[in-house]
């Protein structure tokens, strides 16, 4: 199993980005009944989860990303999504993709996101 992370990038405070994150060699109903989530770890800090999205559809955010980000997934693509629009500068950080499946656990290259005051 791959997950393949993209949709970094450099923009502007205010502006927004999509995420993406492709399962590859995943069987489908697997991804479908995985946790599927959003991490990221900026320079000298922790990785923290940013987003998540349950198996069964519940979503979860970090408070600092309420009403700002939104998490979602493309099961015929066996993709998640994470949109996020007024970017501010503390959002810099690497953004990892994770699936978790029972004891499996699949994380994603990383992809940088910066953000410019």
């Known amino acids: 199993v791959q997950l393949q992370a993209s949709g970094g990038g450099s923009v502007q405070a205010g502006g927004s980005l999509r995420l993406s994150c492709a399962a590859r060699?995943?069987?489908?109903?697997?991804?479908?009944?995985?946790?599927r989530g959003w991490y990221r770890q900026a320079p000298e800090k922790q990785r923290e989860l940013v987003a998540e999205?349950?198996?069964?559809?519940?979503?979860n955010y970090q408070d600092s990303v309420k009403g700002r980000f939104t998490i979602s997934k493309d099961n015929s693509k066996k993709t998640v999504y994470l949109q996020m629009n007024s970017l501010e500068p503390e959002d810099t950080a690497v953004y990892y993709c994770n699936v978790e499946y029972g004891s499996r656990n699949y994380w994603g290259q990383g992809t940088l996101v910066t953000v410019s005051s």
């Open positions: 060699r995943m069987i489908w109903s697997t991804f479908t009944a995985s946790r």
């Open positions: 999205l349950t198996s069964d559809g519940m979503t």
